[in-house]
């Protein structure tokens, strides 16, 4: 039987917003094949925007000497299929992954006769990506270079972002297919210095390729509350919405450190250029006051220190060297092709994509909601968080301050006995216009 909580008996819908049903099958290196659901006691999924290859832990209580029968060593491939319901307005839906094991970090037998462990897993790209090694040249975009660099390795990148700046020759040293990626994504930036994300989606195992400036633009996925009662009656269609939309736990990084945030380069940088080409050294200073940086709510954001803060001479308008970039320029690089080449722009750039990861720091919270598997990286929710001290009721009022637009950087699916539940890392780049 497989693990599973609270799905209609008949047409698998969901009862509450919790409810699932996981598959697990194993394949051994013997090629034995056996049905696990019911040894599993726990899967969790974990998806990033700074993770390439979704990874995935399986806790296990085996009591079927499935270790010595399939000769468990590393070799295996594990299947899993998720049945959810989303929402009242969508059908059930079922998401299957494959897995490749990473290693069995625990292992233990509390009983003589039952073994229990941990078995952490990668989708095969993940697998595949630090093995491989690319020697030949690419040239392109850099968008370009990272879709064949997928394609080399079987998978088709869903392109959220088309636009990059210049074109690039890229010789890798015997990179693996995911070093170069990394390596590539370094060197990347959209025309307003949005740095670009590649990673995986649980939902539907699509591999993406994003930048900041699509991400927090796009369209909101949906509204969570934070509350304490429901109104609803249980187990009807707007219970499961009421309950879907709830945030359960909240914490919360607040960072809103000036130190940091000007070590960092979020609103002054200083980049020294040097052109080995026709021995040039320049300086370029960047403000992101004056010089513009996306920002979550466009115009409606104002960054978190304020500009007018100034302490003995100390201040965003009068600091110029806090963060510092060197970067050695060829302006000349593939001047026969006729294209402009990355070198031309990444001088004037750089700080900007500097700035964007930098303010990424800037306010973060924890939130734990029912499972939701469209909550995937590079979405947008608003959070409504009622202010302090405030009863709920007819009355209630948002902690404007702390409500808002989020991007989530990364989603944690749990399943087990108390049902299906996604924790996830939402971030702010900057406040709410003063």
């Known amino acids: 039987m497989p693990l599973q909580k609270g799905l209609h008996p008949t047409d698998q819908t969901a009862v509450s917003p919790d409810s699932f049903r996981l598959t697990v099958t194993i394949e051994g290196a013997n090629g034995k094949e056996r049905d696990i659901s019911q040894l599993v006691t726990s899967m969790t999924v974990y998806e990033s925007i700074f993770q390439q290859a979704l990874i995935a832990e399986f806790n296990i209580a085996d009591a079927v000497s499935l270790f010595e029968d399939l000769n468990i060593s590393g ?3 594990i299947v899993s299929v998720v049945r959810k319901q989303n929402d009242k307005n969508s059908p059930p839906v ?3 992954n494959d897995w490749h094991i990473l290693d069995i970090p625990i292992y233990g037998k509390p009983k003589p006769d039952i073994a229990t462990y941990r ?9 595949v990506s630090k093995f491989r090694r690319i ?3 690419l040239s392109g975009t850099s968008i370009d270079i990272i879709e064949e660099l997928y394609r080399q390795t079987g998978i088709t990148i869903d392109k959220k972002e088309t636009q990059t700046l210049g074109t690039m020759k890229f010789i890798p040293p015997k990179l693996t297919y995911s070093d170069a990626i990394e390596n590539i994504l370094q060197k990347s930036m959209t025309p307003n210095g949005s740095p670009l994300f590649t990673y995986q989606v649980f939902h539907d195992s699509a591999f993406v390729l994003n930048s900041y400036n699509k991400m927090i633009t796009s369209d909101i996925l949906d509204n ?3 509350g304490y009662f429901y109104t609803q009656e249980s187990q009807s269609e707007g219970s499961f919405e009421e309950k879907r939309l709830r945030i359960l736990e909240s914490s919360s990084n607040i960072g809103f450190s000036p130190y940091k945030s000007m070590k960092n380069g979020s609103y002054v940088t200083r980049t020294h250029k040097l052109d080995v080409s026709n021995k040039t050294y320049e300086v370029i200073d960047f403000n992101a006051y004056d010089d513009k940086v996306p920002l979550i709510d466009g115009d409606a954001s104002d960054l978190v220190w304020n500009r007018n803060f100034n ?3 100390v201040g965003p308008n009068t600091l110029k060297e806090t963060s510092t970039i060197f970067i050695n320029q060829n302006s000349l ?6 294209d402009l080449n990355y070198h031309q722009f990444g001088a004037y750039k750089e700080a900007t994509k500097r700035s964007v990861y930098s303010n990424l720091e800037q306010l973060e919270h924890s939130i734990k909601l029912y499972g939701d598997s469209r909550l995937s990286p590079g979405s947008i929710v608003n959070l409504n968080f009622p202010k302090t001290g405030q009863v709920e009721g007819s009355g209630r009022e948002n902690d404007e301050f702390l409500s808002g637009r989020y991007l989530i950087v990364s989603s944690t699916h749990s399943f087990d006995a108390s049902g299906y539940f996604t924790q996830i890392k939402v971030r702010r780049d900057s406040v709410h216009k003063r």
């Not at 690089?333 to 006729?338: H, I, L, P, Q, R």
């Open 75 to 77: 070799n295996e491939k």
């Open 94 to 96: 079922d998401i299957q």
């Open 119 to 127: 078995i952490r897993c990668v989708t095969s790209f993940g697998l």
């Open 135 to 137: 020697s030949s040249a």
């Open 224 to 226: 969570y509350v934070q």
């Open 311 to 313: 302490i003995s001479g």
């Open 333 to 338: 690089s593939m001047a026969e092709t006729g």
